[in-house]
């Protein structure tokens, strides 16, 4: 079946420092790729999508590109503020209305 | 603005007691979804619905039955609840195959 997976569960980082969350995946087909946002207390946002290969998805200074020969949506901010501190998902949807995510990445920023 | 609401935001019960989660849209979406959060898991799928009478299975549905009634109205029905499901669930709605999906602010459930 369809999978994603995030290799870092937590990432520390400073006030402008460079972000990458790592995110792979594996399906059949071409599935559409998703980043989601959770603030502290609430549900997940969307962040943005990608659905075709070398497609690049962006919001928020956020962005991600998606690779199909590498099976990868990684994403990258160049210069992170606190108020990125959040849990980030990549998910992947293939072939119908559900959605696959990952396990999370939780990203902590200090000022 | 999409609106996807829950209730209770919160609920303890006992093992073998009977809880009901109610989530309702009004984002007009066909498509409906229950997931739970559980550290080390992310999100998992447990039931959803394209419409009013229609249940889908999801990833994780053993112990949960689910329920739509319209098309705003969504239910999850924990009938014999255990330790095991003590989790914070999740309500989301999606109008497409490759739109978003809007969630709602969670219900996190205790069973003692």
């Known amino acids: 079946g369809d999978s994603v997976t995030q290799t870092e569960g937590q990432v520390a980082l400073s006030e402008e420092d460079f972000l990458t969350i790592h995110c792979n995946y594996s399906a059949s087909g071409y599935p559409a790729l998703f980043w989601y946002v959770q603030y502290p207390g609430e549900g997940p946002q969307f962040l943005f999508r990608?659905?075709?290969?070398?497609e690049k998805g962006s919001s928020r200074g956020f962005e991600a590109t998606y690779d199909k020969g590498t099976t990868s949506f990684h994403l990258r901010k160049a210069s992170v503020q606190e108020s990125d501190s959040a849990v980030y998902y990549c998910?992947?949807?293939?072939?119908?209305?559900?959605?696959?995510f990952g396990t999370g990445t939780s990203l902590l920023v200090d000022p | 603005e999409a609106a996807v609401t829950q209730s209770p935001r919160n609920k303890v019960t006992v093992t073998g007691g009977n809880v009901t989660l109610s989530c309702r849209q009004t984002?007009?979406?066909?498509?409906m979804y229950w997931y739970r959060q559980d550290t080390g898991h992310g999100l998992r799928l447990i039931h959803y619905s394209y419409g009013a009478g229609n249940l889908q299975i999801g990833d994780v549905p053993d112990g949960y039955k689910a329920t739509r009634t319209t098309q705003e109205d969504f239910f999850l029905l924990l009938e014999l609840a255990s330790p095991s499901q003590t989790s914070l669930y999740f309500c989301a709605s999606r109008g497409g195959q490759y739109a978003e999906q809007f969630f709602g602010p969670g219900t996190r459930l205790t069973v003692l």
């Open positions: 998910a992947l949807g293939n072939m119908g209305y559900k959605l696959t």
């Open positions: 984002n007009s979406h066909n498509y």
């Open positions: 990608a659905s075709r290969d070398k």
